[in-house]
């Protein structure tokens, strides 16, 4: 297997480490211009700094990683298909449920393997949650609560592209973390969104936007000396009431300026016989809260965890597992699937199925947000539900 990455910012680099400790060969990447491809090339000690997306696509590479930003993934991974490589592409898949949609399809006619980075499931004590709750040991659903939460544009002078909607699209905050969190909890518990009731809110509806481009999460560092002010129509912040498709009932806080929070999904899973709690701030940690006895905290460790989770730990207890290795054990359920003889299991990563899921719900809250009432969601069954 050969791969190229495609983006050279934030995420090019966490893909390239991990498809690195997986032993997929890494050819090369490509930036926006040649300094970028060229400077990442040799940070990374790749082998090749592409001068174009042409170049990747004409290239004997197997799989194309798309880690750009939103409104280049449509394009890009359609390309990628058309040119016979499978595909790995950050979320969200695309800027609409047409471009998805499309996408899907594509994915679907060519037999190519094609996954959405939701990396958050990859967490072994996310994938023990699902073990636990498709084993029976929470019982049925009732209630799912919780929200993701940053502080990284919480001051008007922060900027970055996700703020503008022909760049990221016209929801952010939502469709940036709240779909991590979205697609996280209807994987672990099999549920699907039927319903959804939104409040969006744009905190700063003027941001001051640097003269030059600012690498994502570092404008807090970076010396900015001059900017100018721009007009912000994507939402900071927002709160989603929720409607199960098994009647149980929640809802999702999405916030990029809440000083303190740094990178905070949580979620409470309330089941008839449990519940389930997880921060992944502390994502080695499980709570399982009773009524009957003492409430417990479980440890990720792997000789404690289901055969299901443990298939994804690589450390022993104590010996902390997180972000990057989510990235590993997503890449490793993509390769091993590509490798796989027989195509006939549910995908444990999530699929292009899932990512234009996400997009139909996106737009379900935006609807809501706009309209101020209840939106249903009819689902377009293209989700990979493990479940089935
Ligand atoms: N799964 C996750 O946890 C996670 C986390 C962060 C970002 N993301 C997603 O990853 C994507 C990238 O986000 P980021 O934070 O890395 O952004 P970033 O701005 O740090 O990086 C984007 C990179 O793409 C490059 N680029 C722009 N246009 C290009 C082009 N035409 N050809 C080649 N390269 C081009 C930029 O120069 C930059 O290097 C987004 O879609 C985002 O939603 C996912």
Redesign the pocket.
Known sequence: MKTAI???????PVHTEALRRLGVYVSGI???DDK?SKRAASVLHLPKAYQS?EQVLQDDVDVIHI????K??YEMAKAALLAGKHVMC???LAMNSQESFELVQLAQKTGLIAGV???IRFYPLNLEVKSQIKRGQVGDIYSIVGSYVQDWLLWPTDY??RVLAAEGGALRAVA?IGT?WLDLVQTLTGLSVVRVCADLKTVHPIRRRPKGEV??FSGKVQDISADEPIHITTEDCGSIMLKFNNDAIGNLWVSQTTAGRKNCLRYEIAGAKQSLSWNSEQPNDLWIGFREKANEIKMRDPRLLSDEARAFVSFPGGHNEGFPDTFKQCFNAFYSYINADSKSTTPVFPTFGDGHEEIILCEAILKSHLEQKWIQISPSGNRSNPYK
Do not use: R
């Open positions: 495609i983006g050279a910012g934030f995420m090019g490509l930036g926006v970028e997306y880690t750009t930003p939103n280049l993934h950050e979320k969200p980075n939701y990396n970055n592209w940036d991590h690498e994502t």
